[in-house]
């Protein structure tokens, strides 16, 4: 392991991702041809990437007190990345909804 930690501060989500046969126009509703979840947010990706470098990273950051909120914290802990220095205010989690048609194309929102 490399012996100089790393300390990130920036963004955590948890992306949601529909998959469709295309992107929706406005206000239509299309049906889903799949449903993924993944671990987000600009500061998020980059600790994932040292601590699977190898090296001890923590992230100070902010996640939400629910469902999405725990997946997140557990998703990053089984990276390797310590979240001791990140707060959890009750609130909700800043969640990203992306729609992705083949071939890629893909848009997003925040909830």
């Known amino acids: 392991m490399n012996t100089r930690p790393i300390v990130v501060v920036g963004s955590l989500n948890l992306d ?3 998959h469709a046969h295309r992107i929706p126009s406005s206000g239509e ?3 889903g041809t799949g449903y993924d979840e993944s671990l987000g947010g600009k ?3 980059q600790a994932v ?3 699977k470098l190898g090296c001890a990273v923590t992230m100070i950051g902010r996640t939400g007190n629910d469902a999405y909120g725990e997946r ?3 998703g990053m802990q089984q990276a ?3 979240l001791s220095a990140s707060a959890t205010p009750a609130l909700r989690l800043s969640a990203k909804l992306f729609s992705v048609a083949r071939p890629t194309r893909f848009q997003f929102s925040s909830l």
């Open 72 to 74: 997140l914290r557990a």
């Open 29 to 31: 509703t299309l049906m």
């Open 16 to 18: 949601l991702v529909v």
């Open 49 to 51: 990437a040292a601590a």
């Open 43 to 45: 500061g998020a990706n």
């Open 80 to 82: 390797g990345v310590d």
